[in-house]
């Protein structure tokens, strides 16, 4: 299971919305192994005034935010995070100075869905990877 928080100022985010769904969720495909259609994004659109930013960010600065069960490697996080840098700058045209990255895990019996947790369903896809 990972949804993904998307947060940047509006102007600068909402043109972009698609096609950064897109990047992220071929990234989260390819590196997490997920099928085609598992995509769980949440944008967070914020005023220039309310997302205060590091000095060496522009305007176009996002966060993006990966809530994950546990399970996943070192190497397959960052393999992820290698992914998300190098495909927004490419196709995005996002600075790397213009994307922060956080992945927090927590563990399969903390998340609820389709009427169970997450260590008593049986998912389509490998956590362990």
Known sequence: ???????????????????LSDVIHACVVEALQ????????RFF????????RPATASERYVILEFLMMEGRT?????????????????QVGLAV???EICILESPAHNWGFRGMTGD???LNYKINV
């Open 74 to 90: 070192v190497e397959t996080k960052k393999k992820l995070i290698h992914l998300l840098y190098e495909r927004i700058n490419a």
């Open 1 to 19: 299971m990972s949804q993904v928080k998307i947060y940047g100022v509006r102007e600068h985010l909402l043109p972009i919305r698609n096609q």
């Open 120 to 122: 008593e369903i049986q």
């Open 45 to 52: 659109y914020l005023e220039k005034d309310d997302f205060f």
């Open 97 to 99: 100075a213009d994307i």
């Open 34 to 41: 997920f099928p085609e259609s598992k995509r769980a994004h």
